[in-house]
Nanobody
Framework: QVQLVESGGGLVQPGESLRLSCAASGSIFSIYGMGWYRQAPGKQRELVASITSGASTNYGDSVKGRFTISFDNAKNTLYLQMNSLKPEDTAVYYC????????WGQGTQVTVSS
């Protein structure tokens, strides 16, 4: 079973950027679609962005134009570049296959606050 480990979160001010990484224990990006998801306090987990094995991407309306999902097959790593961050982007961010599998990792906390 492939394991996914998220990293790169932190505390930033509105308007700043972060890049999240998701390290996979195996070569899966050429096989499975992948997604970044997030869960804010008191809210359900939501899909932020997805990418197919052919690198076609889709974004939630709230992040379109600000976030970019990509992967590096050689490094077995999925990325989420987040620009122009807003306080409402504050959440725990997770990577998973798309559609998601049953298991979820620890996620990485992103906090946007002045």
């Amino acid at each position: 079973q492939v394991q996914l480990v998220e990293s790169g979160g932190g505390l930033v001010q509105p308007g700043e950027s972060l890049r999240l990484s998701c390290a996979a224990s195996g070569s899966i990006f050429s096989i499975y679609g992948m997604g970044w998801y997030r869960q804010a306090p008191g809210k359900q987990r939501e899909l932020v962005a997805s990418i197919t094995s052919g690198a076609s991407t889709n974004y939630g309306d709230s992040v379109k134009g600000r976030f970019t999902i990509s992967f590096d097959n050689a490094k077995n790593t999925l990325y989420l570049q987040m620009n122009s961050l807003k306080p409402e982007d504050t959440a725990v961010y997770y990577c998973n296959t798309f559609p998601p599998g049953r298991g979820w990792g620890q996620g990485t906390q992103v906090t946007v606050s002045s």
